[in-house]
């Protein structure tokens, strides 16, 4: 899939646009049940485009579309979100997803976004970081990727760093893809079949979660959402081929994001404490391992 000239040209098309508030209708219920919150919202520019990095929470959909709303609501602010190759597989999935302005998540898409003067949404993690196994919550699985800091140097980007948090305490995993390629056997079959391959390795293996009573209900967890200090890439243009320059920017956007998770966490043991009604905090454990504290 590649851009015409014209999509080029008008940055958050008006059709783009008008999904997006059918969008916002789409999302009433999960705004009433997951209540969420944001910090630095208000401290957006949304008249000058970015790159938006942020964290992956686990299954990747519970969150993402109040993030998108939020800014849509409070700043008219429309994201164009690259995505992983695998859901342009799936044929209703995938036209729902271009009617919403998201686009396969590589360079090319990427270059015609930033020259159409786009503001775009990007995780680096990817589907492993969707399909994190027990123990990863709230963590950056970035593997060694460079991309997404390679293209902003080279189109001058700037990049706002953003953390979600409370969507990986929605369920307890009772298996995950660690567990799967434990057994010799499976792994054996998967491997023969050609199914591993398929599954990159078992990245995109998805961990088996229960939510409120033991079911794929998730939990009525609050979501928090933070927006990060911009930074700005607009000096190191001619620095994109350079990898040390490359790594560098990376782990000052990594750092921004981890700084905003330990923040968001501290809020929401505080909130849990102070704001949510007993029925919340009963079906949301304080900690991740399913038990009250």
Same mark, same amino acid.
Not at 63 to 92: E, I, K, N, T, W
Not at 143 to 167: C, E, M, N, Q, T
Not at 203 to 229: C, M, N, Q
């Given at each position: 899939?590649?851009?015409?000239?014209?999509?080029?040209?008008?940055?958050?098309?008006?059709?783009?646009?008008?999904?997006?508030?059918?969008?916002?209708?789409? +999302?009433?219920?999960?705004?009433?049940?997951?209540?969420?919150?944001?910090?630095?919202?208000?401290?957006?520019? #949304?008249?000058?485009?970015?790159?938006?990095?942020?964290?992956? +929470?686990?299954?990747?959909?519970?969150?993402?579309?109040?993030?998108?709303?939020?800014? =849509?609501?409070?700043?008219?602010?429309?994201?164009?979100?690259?995505?992983?190759?695998?859901?342009?597989?799936?044929?209703? !999935?995938?036209?729902?997803?271009?009617?919403?302005?998201?686009?396969?998540?590589?360079?090319?898409?990427?270059?015609?976004?930033?020259?159409?003067?786009?503001?775009?949404?990007?995780?680096?993690?990817?589907?492993?970081?969707?399909?994190?196994?027990?123990?990863?919550?709230?963590?950056?699985?970035?593997?060694?990727?460079?991309?997404?800091?390679?293209?902003?140097?080279?189109?001058? =980007?700037?990049?706002? #760093?953003?953390?979600?948090?409370?969507?990986?305490?929605?369920?307890?995993?009772?298996?995950?893809?660690?567990?799967?390629?434990?057994?010799?056997?499976?792994?054996?079959?998967?491997?023969?079949?050609?199914?591993?391959?398929?599954?990159?390795?078992?990245?995109?293996?998805?961990?088996?979660?229960?939510?409120?009573?033991?079911?794929?209900?998730?939990? #009525?967890?609050?979501? =928090?959402?933070?927006?990060?200090?911009?930074?700005? +890439?607009?000096?190191?243009?001619?620095?994109?081929?350079?990898?040390?320059?490359?790594?560098?920017?990376?782990?000052?956007?990594?750092?921004?994001?981890?700084?905003?998770?330990?923040?968001?966490?501290?809020?929401?043991?505080?909130?849990?404490?102070?704001? !949510?009604?007993?029925?919340?905090?009963?079906?949301? #454990?304080?900690?991740?391992?399913?038990?009250?504290?």
């Amino acid at each position: 899939m590649r851009f015409s000239a014209r999509s080029r040209r008008e940055p958050a098309s008006r059709k783009v646009r008008s999904y997006q508030e059918a969008a916002r209708r789409m +999302t009433v219920p999960g705004r009433l049940y997951f209540r969420p919150e944001f910090v630095g919202l208000g401290d957006l520019d #949304p008249a000058k485009p970015a790159l938006f990095v942020g964290n992956h +929470t686990r299954y990747g959909l519970l969150d993402v579309p109040l993030m998108l709303d939020g800014l =849509y609501q409070h700043h008219g602010l429309v994201l164009r979100s690259l995505g992983d190759r695998a859901h342009f597989a799936v044929p209703g !999935w995938r036209s729902f997803l271009e009617r919403n302005g998201v686009v396969p998540g590589n360079a090319a898409n990427c270059d015609a976004l930033m020259e159409a003067g786009e503001s775009i949404l990007v995780f680096p993690g990817g589907a492993r970081e969707v399909f994190r196994r027990r123990g990863e919550e709230h963590t950056l699985i970035w593997k060694k990727r460079l991309g997404f800091v390679r293209l902003a140097l080279r189109h001058g =980007y700037d990049i706002v #760093p953003f953390a979600s948090y409370g969507a990986d305490h929605c369920y307890t995993v009772i298996a995950d893809g660690a567990d799967i390629l434990e057994r010799p056997r499976l792994k054996g079959y998967l491997k023969k079949t050609g199914m591993l391959d398929l599954l990159r390795g078992g990245d995109v293996l998805p961990p088996i979660g229960k939510g409120v009573a033991s079911t794929a209900i998730p939990r #009525p967890e609050r979501f =928090y959402f933070s927006f990060g200090e911009r930074i700005s +890439t607009a000096g190191l243009m001619d620095r994109a081929g350079d990898e040390s320059t490359l790594w560098q920017v990376r782990e000052r956007v990594a750092e921004s994001i981890e700084r905003q998770l330990d923040h968001l966490g501290e809020m929401r043991g505080m909130d849990r404490r102070e704001n !949510w009604g007993w029925v919340r905090r009963r079906l949301c #454990p304080a900690g991740l391992d399913g038990d009250e504290a």
